[in-house]
């Protein structure tokens, strides 16, 4: 294999789990050329990871914008890819655009899904055919554990922070706001860790900016980091805080990986939820995630602390 294809869109936490599993395909092939496929605000970091040297921008566009479909798909099958590994297997990849890759492409070219058993092979003489395939059955995909270690931001901003913190991170999507722990809860939680004279240090984006200020608002030893860390920053903000408490997001999977305790926070869900990490403790509701009391996050968080046994009750 000379030319491999990985597809990964995102969004942001699915996308650093899986770097593990990027990186352990560099090392199944480490003379093959790779491309990742991924959306625009994914890419600063699969360059830090060293091992791609080209990117093709998938913004995930809506089926009728043509053109931005048609600009995707041309590079897919242009390139002439020996090997396409979907580590983002969905309707989108696994039904559009292998049809279309099949199709399109010129020469023969092998296709696998992260969980497929199976690869398929798909013969090819010359373009707008279909091309015959055959199955092979065999995994190509091992699926590891990610640390972030070799990520680091440009940390302008890190002469804001105080000595002693801990890291909280109150949002998530819009589109999931039953996903957040209620604000109010956040700020009973950063005036307890301010009666222990340690900060917090609030991550966020403009559209948690409301629970971010309620929060900062609450009590001096909070700290507003809103829109002043990149991704690339968050590894590197993590290993110098005490711990996290944050919702079902993408900064809270980064914070995890790069080897910090982390609390994380779960409304309860019919399919299995958590954030994994080397020193991870998911919490989940019976039932609305505001059913979680900040006792019962106190309780897993006050042993990365510091405190004594009597501080910490």
């Not at 399919?271 to 403790?281: L, N």
């Not at 019976?286 to 042993?303: H, R």
């Amino acid at each position: 294999m000379k030319r491999i294809l990985i597809i990964k869109l995102g969004a942001l936490g699915d996308f650093v789990m899986s770097v593990g599993t990027m990186r352990r395909l560099k090392e199944r092939y480490p003379d093959a050329e790779f491309t990742l496929q991924t959306h625009r605000s994914l890419v600063a970091i699969g360059q830090q990871m060293g091992m791609f040297s080209d990117f093709i921008i998938d913004n995930r566009a809506p089926y009728w914008n043509l053109r931005a479909q048609y600009n995707v798909l041309k590079q897919m099958w242009g390139k002439k890819f020996d090997l396409v590994i979907n580590l983002q297997p969905n309707r989108r990849t696994n039904s559009y655009y292998y049809s279309m890759v099949r199709w399109f492409a010129s020469s023969p070219f092998a296709w696998t899904s992260i969980f497929d058993k199976t690869i398929k092979h798909v013969d090819k003489k010359r373009a707008f055919c279909w091309g015959k395939q055959r199955e092979e059955e065999g995994r190509l995909v091992e699926i590891v554990q990610t640390d972030l270690g070799f990520l680091h931001g440009e940390n302008k901003h890190f002469h804001e922070l105080p000595e002693r913190f801990v890291t909280l991170i109150p949002g998530c999507s819009p589109k999931n706001a039953h996903k957040r722990w209620p604000a109010y809860r956040f700020v009973e939680l950063a005036r307890r860790l301010a009666e222990h004279n340690i900060h917090s240090v609030v991550l966020g984006t403009k559209s948690e900016l409301s629970e971010i200020e309620e929060i900062v608002h609450a009590t001096p030893f909070a700290c507003n980091m809103c829109g002043k860390t990149s991704l690339l920053d968050i590894p590197d903000l993590a290993r110098r805080s005490l711990a996290a408490v944050g919702n079902d997001t993408g900064p809270s999977h980064m914070t995890a990986l790069s080897g910090q305790p982390m609390i994380a926070l779960f409304a309860t869900r019919t399919k299995p939820c958590s954030i994994r990490g080397a020193q991870v403790t998911n919490i989940i509701s019976s039932g609305t995630i505001d059913l979680i009391t900040v006792d019962d996050v106190w309780e897993k968080l006050s042993p990365y602390l510091g405190l004594s046994t009597n501080q910490s009750e």
